[in-house]
């Protein structure tokens, strides 16, 4: 079955930079992409970019081009997010999840547990 | 950017009760919508993809509809357990959009 398992919570200075992980397993990896999503304290869900795990070619979301890098590791299954130059509105829960780009049936199928980032001023 | 409004933003129903979310794409879609639904403090789940597709699992009283620009979630019978977030998600181009979510409330 399909997982995403992702690295713990995270506190940083503002100023910064974070770096989330999320560990794929149950399926081919570069088959599919990965999108991040991020939801900040009782807000709604928010796209911030995506990444193929077989080309690695990203599209992140325009307010945040600049500061977020997202890389994947076809050896070990797993993508990465890094922030950088956070902000106290950085301050969220950070969600992988799976994503097939032009197969509806697999587009954010699968979500990690999410990660919280808290940035302090 | 395509934006998605998404109405009501909350609501009030009683359990057994027939509701509608709606979500209004700027511009044409396709079929591309996904229906998610959050729990407090949980991980999104998805009820709905390509607009009408019932995710695997998940109980047939969820069903969507639409194409374009107009795009329905319905839940035929509420059930106690489906008094939560919904959110709608446009994934015909980058970036993709959510929609701003419907906090549904027992009445």
């Known amino acids: 079955q399909v997982h995403l398992v992702q690295s713990g919570p995270e506190v940083k200075k503002a100023g910064a930079s974070v770096k989330v992980s999320c560990k794929a397993s149950g399926y081919t990896f570069t088959s599919y992409g990965i999108s991040w999503v991020r939801q900040a304290p009782g807000l709604g869900l928010e796209w911030m970019g995506w990444i193929s795990a077989h080309k690695g070619n990203t599209i992140s979301a325009q307010e945040l081009q600049g500061r977020v890098t997202m890389t994947t590791d076809s050896a070990t299954s797993t993508a990465y997010m ?37 940035v302090s001023s | 950017d395509i934006q998605m409004t998404q109405s009501p933003s909350a609501m009030s129903a009683s359990v057994g009760d027939r509701v509608t979310i709606t979500c209004r ?23 709905i993809y390509a607009a009408s597709s019932l995710q695997s699992g998940v109980p047939s009283r969820f069903s969507g509809s639409g194409s374009g620009t107009e795009f329905t979630l319905t839940i035929s019978s509420l059930q106690p357990e489906d008094f939560t977030t919904y959110y709608c998600l446009q994934h015909n181009s980058y970036p993709y959009t959510f929609g701003q979510g419907t906090n549904l409330e027992i009445e």
């Open chain 2, 25 to 47: 794409a700027s511009q044409g879609i396709s079929n591309y919508l996904a229906w998610f639904q959050q729990k407090p403090g949980k991980v999104p789940k998805r009820l």
């Open chain 1, 82 to 118: 890094e922030l950088r130059s956070l902000i106290s509105d950085d301050t969220a829960v950070y969600y992988c999840a799976r994503d097939g780009g032009i197969t509806p049936r697999a587009v954010l199928d699968y979500w990690g547990q999410g990660t919280l980032v808290t």
